[in-house]
Structures are given as C-alpha cells and as structure tokens.
C-alpha cells in the first residue's frame, strides 16, 4: 500500500534532528560496509573482468558518497559513529567471506550485491525526505547524487544476472568436465 506524500510535512523538534542526523550516521555506516564488501569481493574475483571492473569503480564512487555524508555531518558539527562503522565493516567482512566458501561464490555475492543497492536506495530516498521535513533542503541535492548512483548500480546488476548466471553456468560446467577427463 501506498503512503501518502509527506512532502509538505516539517519537523523541528530536537527528536526529529536526532533521526536525521542518526539516519546519516546509518547510512555512513552502511557505506562503510559496501566498501568492505566490494573490497573482499574484488580481491577474489576470477574470470570475471567485468563484474571486477563495476565494483572498483563503484568502490570509487562509495569514497565519493562517504565524503558527501561526512560534508553534511559536519554541517552539523557532527561526525560518524565510529562504533557504527566498526560494526558494519565487521559484517561486511565476515559476509564476504561467508560466501568464500561457495563453488558460486559469485553468484551469491552477486545477488547480495543486489540486495545491498536497493537498501541502500531505500535509505537515501528516507534521508532525502528527513532532510526536506527538517529544513535542510540544501543537503538534498547531494543525497539525490547518491541516490542516482545508487539506483544506476542496482540497475547494471539487474541487466547483467542474465549474463553472469549463464556464464557461470558455462565456467562451471567446463570445470566439471575436465574434471572428470
């Protein structure tokens, strides 16, 4: 079901600052962590050239998110939480190498990969009304940035599980019959 618009609504309790300011700190930290994943996974990738290629450059564009969202914190005299970053670096660490394990690895970090977008696009679209309710509209354009990034990545890994399904089909094939000669 549909929520109605909230776009007319504003806050200015210090409660509502407080969940604008923890959701930025949530989202660095989420950042964080896709970086952490991005970085194990990159690090393991055989045979596939191109999937390395997008995450790299998606790591880039991840410091790039991260220097937003420090801009804005500081905007508030704030910083990261470095307890949340911690925590989340950790689980993208450990989520990295629970998938090490798998013949298709690549496939499962493929799908997380996936999933973390579209949490990510779902934590931009909620700063962005955060940041309008609460009168800071001037942060909106660099959460827009951010998000449009986002959305473009979960689209590329959408169009590309096709593909990236059927050739690890094709790889994993060939290996299980030289394999058996």
């Known amino acids: 079901m549909a929520m109605s618009s909230t776009s007319s609504m504003s806050f200015t309790s210090d409660a509502a600052m407080d969940t604008y300011i923890s959701g930025l700190k949530n989202a660095h930290a989420l950042e964080k962590q896709a970086i952490q994943l991005m970085e194990r996974q990159v690090e393991r990738i055989e045979n596939y050239p191109e999937v390395e290629q997008l995450l790299r450059a998606h790591i880039r564009e991840t410091e790039g998110q991260i220097r937003r969202l420090d801009e804005i914190l500081h905007s508030f005299g ?3 939480s470095l307890l949340k970053d911690l925590a989340t670096q950790v689980t993208g660490n450990l989520a990295a190498i629970g998938h090490a ?8 970090n493929h799908f997380a990969n996936h999933a ?3 949490f990510e696009i779902a934590s931009y679209e909620s700063l962005i009304a955060m940041a309008e309710a609460t009168g800071h509209g001037q942060h909106v354009s660099s959460l827009r940035t951010t998000l449009g990034e986002e959305e473009k ?3 590329t890994l959408r169009e590309m599980t096709p593909d990236l399904s059927l050739k690890y089909m094709r790889l994993y094939e060939q290996s299980t019959m030289q394999a058996k000669s």
């Open 101 to 108: 394990v798998m013949p298709d690895e690549i496939l499962k």
């Open 78 to 80: 704030e910083d990261r």
């Open 153 to 155: 990545m979960a689209r």
């Open 116 to 118: 973390f977008e579209n």
